[in-house]
């Protein structure tokens, strides 16, 4: 995929549709009822009251504005729709299955081994753990290693989200993709930096266009942003990345159910919260109505005109609930009087909306993919991690089918941080796919780790070095070893063997 040589209508109209799909799990993601408003048409459309006449078109803006999102606020009225933060805590969810814990990466070659355990710090950890929630969000995440020589002596991982992007893939597989970005806009002008990633290159350019227009190509000199990669790209703008294959990997979140019959789009992966958006909707009218009912059920005093005590001019008039004695009233006590105080206690359906919001966020999740208990539904009863794991059936599924898709584009990413970190920084590692293990997200109790050890030692059906390998998971060979001669040491088993002590005299 080359640069674009021409005034083309920007991003690519073969794009649209993902882009448009994107936006509206982006806006439920990020959860604020402003984007939501102006997304369904209540914020921006000046329509007033109910109907409005886009709700009874055809098409995405008709569909959008019979939302319950799209009705506009009452002339006059403030505005009292709440936002249920679900589609957050879904994304968040599937990132914490993932990557809770850190992956274990193992190399072949011991070198390559030592300087790979250096890479995966904390900082890759919390790369990845926002390229899952990213991705379960925009259905995909790009991943690319990168590096600064006045920012730090490695290269890391970093993630690209998949609206800036424009891949190109070859039977399933990314071949090459296009990243862009917005780096100054001034006067109707629009400044874009495009990235081009193919094999053993990345192709620079910056393009000087509108907001529909990408424009045409001016020198990289040209804007501050770009000037930097002005001394390092060749004649044909292309800066080689000492890597053979191509230096970006894409993970896909799951398989995509859109864009089946879309051969440029089919390969871009799912959202957790597609086809959810009606739910969240209908979830976020509950919990305003509910709202609704505290406000309305809110106690008032209904008192007549003769009890109000004047403000003065302009002013209005009060009431005191709490004196005790009133001037007195010109006035006769009659049977039938309407001259008193009454109490408005309006019903407050709290039941109903509760069962209401809990049945739409179980459906919400099984439509999902995932379990209630997962997300802290069903109580915090104490069980074993067995236990936990039969009621998250369900979300362990899930975690399971997007390790699928993890483990591959993971392997690639780190093969081509191994690469840069040689090429660039002649670490003297062997550049290699490593062998990737995801830790399980669930944690077995210690207490019942320690009781199935302790039987397994009196049936003699495990080796010290097993039992310890299974009360510590997390730990490497080398602190299994030295563990196990630690409990040697103190039974009194660290004794020689009697066969190697050579002849007896």
């Not at 009225?77 to 914490?96: F, N």
């Not at 069962?355 to 739409?360: G, I, K, N």
């Amino acid at each position: 995929m080359p640069l674009p040589t021409r005034n083309v209508t920007w991003p690519p109209p073969h794009l649209r549709p993902a882009l448009e799909a994107m936006n509206v799990w982006d806006t439920w993601w990020g959860g604020d009822p402003d984007r939501l408003e102006q997304l369904y048409g209540a914020g921006g459309g000046g329509f007033g009251p109910d109907p409005k006449p886009v709700q009874f078109s055809t098409g995405v803006l008709g569909k959008f504005a019979r939302w319950w999102w799209g009705t506009p606020t009452a002339p006059g009225g403030r505005r009292t729709k709440l936002h249920v933060p679900i589609a957050g805590d879904l994304c968040g969810g599937s990132a914490d299955l993932l990557f809770s814990e850190p992956p274990k990466f193992t190399a072949a070659d011991e070198t390559t081994q030592k300087r790979l355990d250096m890479l995966a710090d904390d900082g890759m950890l919390a790369t990845l753990q926002t390229a899952a929630e990213v991705g379960a969000a925009l259905g995909g995440i790009y991943l690319r290693p990168v590096y600064d020589l006045d920012v730090a002596d490695r290269p890391w991982l970093h993630a690209t989200h998949a609206d800036r992007a424009i891949p190109t893939f070859t039977w399933n597989r990314l071949s090459s993709v296009l990243f862009w970005k917005v780096v100054h806009e001034e006067d109707g002008q629009v400044w874009r930096h495009l990235e081009c990633h193919e094999k053993g290159r990345i192709l620079h350019g910056l393009y000087q266009g509108t907001k529909e227009k990408l424009g045409r190509a001016v020198p990289l000199e040209d804007h501050p942003a770009t000037e930097a990669y002005a001394a390092l790209v060749n004649e044909d703008g292309a800066l080689a990345t000492g890597y053979n294959g191509l230096d970006v990997s894409y993970i896909p979140n799951q398989n995509s159910r859109r864009w089946r019959r879309d051969e440029k789009l089919s390969d871009l992966g799912r959202s957790d919260l597609d086809g959810i958006e009606p739910m969240m909707d209908s979830l976020d009218e509950t919990y305003a109505s509910w709202m609704r009912d505290i406000r309305i059920g809110k106690g008032r005093v209904i008192t007549p005109n003769a009890y109000l005590q004047s403000n003065g001019r302009g002013q209005g008039a009060s009431w005191n609930p709490d004196q005790e004695i009133y001037a007195g009233l010109d006035m006769l006590a009659r049977g039938g009087d309407t001259q008193q105080l009454t109490a408005v206690q309006f019903k407050i359906r709290v039941q109903e909306h509760r069962d209401t919001a809990e049945d739409l966020v179980n459906q919400i999740l099984r439509s999902a993919g995932y379990s209630g208990q997962t997300f802290g539904l069903g109580g915090d009863a104490a069980v074993t991690a067995t236990e936990v794991k039969s009621r998250e059936r369900r979300s362990m599924t899930t975690r399971g089918r997007k390790i699928l898709r993890w483990r591959p584009g993971l392997q690639d990413a780190i093969h081509a941080l191994l690469a840069i970190d040689q090429e660039v920084f002649h670490s003297g590692v062997t550049p290699q796919p490593p062998t990737i293990e995801f830790e399980d997200s669930v944690q077995e109790d210690p207490l019942a780790l320690a009781n199935t050890a302790e039987v397994l030692r009196r049936a003699q059906a495990a080796s010290t070095d097993t039992l310890v390998r299974m009360a510590h998971p997390e730990w490497n060979d080398v602190q299994v070893s030295a563990e196990v001669e630690r409990i040697h040491q103190e039974q009194g088993m660290a004794v020689p063997d009697p066969m190697q002590t050579g002849a007896l005299p």
